[in-house]
T-cell receptor, first 111, second 116 residues
Framework: KAGVTQTPRYLIKTRGQQVTLSCSPI?????VSWYQQTPGQGLQFLFE???????NKGNFPGRFSGRQFSNSRSEMNVSTLELGDSALYLCASSFDPDTQYFGPGTRLTVL | AQSVTQLDSHVSVSEGTPVLLRCNYSSSYSPSLFWYVQHPNKGLQLLLKYTSAATLVKGINGFEAEFKKSETSFHLTKPSAHMSDAAEYFCVVTGILTGGGNKLTFGTGTQLKVEL
């Protein structure tokens, strides 16, 4: 089976812009979770989608949003980018409620 | 609420010597515990998981971990380190969320350095 894929792998944006990241889960996995990884805060849970519904959400501002499509692919959107949003964004899929498998991540740099 | 504490932020070993990465957890119920590894500029790869079956869990690349409830520990070991083991290792506990599904809570990571 193909693993979790994330696109793009690298992004450079400027403050105030918005960005959309994409995640394709492992075939058959219906749960997709997003995490933010930064040197200062480590790995933090953003949200989880299951069957096109946001099922759980971490402690991030409303500028961070997402959605899931009927084929389980998920997108994450960050609006009004801030310097502090620079991070590695990781997507993970699971055959709920089992183990989560991670993609390679999208490295976002905000200038 | 659940949490994990990785007791060492950096560990340095010589190639061919044993590896020990320490992790303590806190959970109000029987947890599922994982170790993930992250190589530079890569995503997270699952090494092994504990889900209340055998307390000694064998993973990939010769790694294993032992669940000790009395000590609330889940230390990762490998008998003989290889240069390719140099990476960051994360101890992870899952928690069942009220909306269903689960959320991973990560430790702060241990950077493993392997020297010749």
């Amino acid at each position: 089976k193909a693993g979790v894929t994330q696109t793009p792998r690298y992004l450079i944006k400027t403050r105030g812009q918005q960005v959309t990241l994409s995640c394709s889960p492992i075939s058959g996995h219906r749960s997709v979770s997003w995490y933010q990884q930064t040197p200062g805060q480590g790995l933090q849970f953003l949200f989880e989608y299951f069957s096109e519904t946001q099922r759980n959400k971490g402690n991030f501002p409303g500028r961070f949003s997402g959605r899931q499509f009927s084929n389980s692919r998920s997108e994450m959107n960050v609006s009004t980018l801030e310097l502090g949003d620079s991070a590695l964004y990781l997507c993970a899929s699971s055959f709920d409620p089992d183990t989560q498998y991670f993609g390679p991540g999208t490295r976002l740099t905000v200038l | 609420a659940q949490s994990v504490t990785q007791l060492d932020s950096h560990v340095s070993v010589s190639e061919g010597t044993p590896v020990l990465l320490r992790c303590n957890y806190s959970s109000s119920y029987s947890p599922s515990l994982f170790w993930y590894v992250q190589h530079p500029n890569k995503g997270l790869q699952l090494l092994l998981k504990y889900t209340s079956a055998a307390t000694l869990v064998k993973g990939i690349n010769g790694f294993e971990a032992e669940f000790k409830k009395s000590e609330t520990s889940f230390h990762l070991t490998k008998p003989s380190a290889h240069m390719s083991d140099a990476a960051e290792y994360f101890c992870v506990v899952t928690g069942i969320l009220t909306g269903g599904g689960n959320k991973l809570t990560f430790g702060t990571g241990t950077q493993l350095k392997v020297e010749l």
